[in-house]
Nanobody, 124 residues
């Protein structure tokens, strides 16, 4: 089945940038809707961004819009999350997720496969 492995997390100062990567294997990548979620301690998991199968359709949560960019390279079976202008409230464990649903969706239960997460910590 699908395996997802995130990388690129780390410690960064407020205002800085990070790029997260998620490598996918076990299924034709271009058939999957891909999303990035995050979860801070004591809080619910939330969708940050998602991208359609082709990459031409995207969804962003309000706090991410204008600062984060989701993209995918189907030739490399990889989805990225470019995070700019980071804030302390962006600190969380970030998860890559894949969905077999036909369209981009912010609904957590629509995502069938999950990575182990990569930690992003923003200092201020």
């Amino acid at each position: 089945q699908v395996q997802l492995v995130e990388s690129g997390g780390g410690l960064v100062q407020a205002g800085g940038s990070l790029r997260l990567s998620c490598a996918c294997s076990g299924r034709t990548f271009s058939t999957l809707v891909m999303g990035w979620f995050r979860q801070a301690p004591g809080e619910e998991r939330e969708l940050v961004a998602a991208t359609s199968r082709s990459g031409d359709g995207t969804y962003y949560t309000a706090s991410a819009k204008g600062r984060f960019t989701i993209s995918r390279d189907n030739a490399k079976n990889t989805v990225y999350l470019q995070m700019n202008s980071l804030r302390s409230e962006d600190t969380a464990l970030y998860f890559c997720a894949a969905s077999t649903f036909w369209a981009v969706t912010p609904t957590t239960t629509r995502y069938d496969y999950w990575g182990q997460g990569t930690q992003v910590t923003v200092s201020s």
